[in-house]
C-alpha cells in the first residue's frame, strides 16, 4: 500500500479564499442548524427507483501525507517552504452523479448543519495547532440519489451559486453563517480559504472568491469575475474511492515564503484581487483563469480521485 494509501485511513475526528483587501483573518462561530428542501438538490433530473443513501468522501492531504493542523510540511511551492496551515476550507454546490449513459442526476443533500439549499461546508481545519476555526470539521457529502447501482461519476462546482452569494451571513442559514468565510453583502463569501504560515513565521493566504461585484442589497449584486468551477470525475465510485484535496499541488507554482514588497503588492498571497500579481499561479491548479471566466476543469491538478 502507498504512503497516501496508509494515510487516508487514518481517522479524521476533526478537521476544517475572493477580492478585497480588507479582509480579516477571524473565523468566527462555525455551527448552526439549516433546513434542507426540494430546492436543495443542486441542478440535474432524478431517475425512477428507490432512492438510496450516498456519501462521497473528501480526503484533505499534502502531497503523499494526510492533512492535519498542527503539522510542518516540507517542500512546498517554489521555494520548497516549510509551513503550517491556519485554515483550509471550501464550499461547493450543484453536487450531481455521472450516470452510465453520462447524464447528470442531483444529490439530494441531508439536512445538517454543513448542509442547505444545495451548498455543501467541507472544513478541514479542526483548531488545533496554528488553525483559527473550530473543533467541528466535515469531510463528506451526505444524500440520496435514485438508482445508485448506475453511478459511475460525481459532479460539483467549487463556490457558492449567485442566488446566494450576497447573503447577511449573520442572519443566513447553515453553512453560509460562517464570518471567517465571508467578506461582504457585495462581495460575498470566500468559496475556498487556505492560510498558512512558513517556519519562519511568513504568512500566505487564498482566499477564492467572486471580485469585480457592484450593486446593492435592494437592486442586487452583478460580479465581474464570478470564479466558479465545474468539476466531473468519471470513473468514480462513492463506496470505494474519495476524492483527495492537496494542498501542494494547489501551491506547487507559489512563492510561499518571499516578503512582498508592500507598495506593489499588500497582500502575501492571492484574495482573488484581479491586480494581484500572485493570483495566476494559484488558480491554475484549480483550473481557474485570473481575470477571465475561462475554465479548465481537465487542467485542474488539486482534486483526484484515490482509494479509501
Known sequence: MTRLGLALLLPFTAFSFAGCAGDDMASGSDSASASESDSDTGTGTETGGEAEALTITFAPVVGDAAFACGMNYDGLGTTAATVQANDFRLYIHDVS????????????????????????????????????????????????????????????????????????????????????????????????RVDLTGAGGEP???HLGATGCMGSTADGFACSNNYRIVLPFEGFDPATQALAVDLAALVADSDLTTPNDMMVDPVDGCMSGVDDPECPAIFAPLGLEHNS????????TVFKVVDQ
Open 293 to 300: 471566466a475561462n475554465t479548465d476543469p481537465g487542467g485542474q
Open 97 to 192: 452523479v455521472i450516470r452510465g449513459d453520462g447524464t447528470r442526476t442531483a444529490i439530494t443533500l441531508d439536512d445538517n448543519e454543513w448542509q442547505n439549499e444545495g451548498v455543501v461546508l467541507l472544513d478541514f481545519e479542526n483548531a488545533e495547532g496554528e488553525c483559527v476555526g473550530t473543533p467541528e470539521t466535515n469531510l463528506v457529502v451526505a444524500g440520496s440519489v435514485a438508482d445508485a447501482a448506475d453511478v459511475t461519476g460525481v459532479e460539483f462546482t467549487i463556490g457558492v451559486p449567485e442566488a446566494l452569494n450576497h447573503l447577511d451571513s449573520a442572519s443566513a442559514p447553515a453553512p453560509l453563517n460562517i464570518p471567517g468565510m465571508y467578506w461582504s453583502w457585495m462581495g460575498g463569501y470566500k468559496y475556498m
Open 204 to 206: 500566505f493566504v487564498f
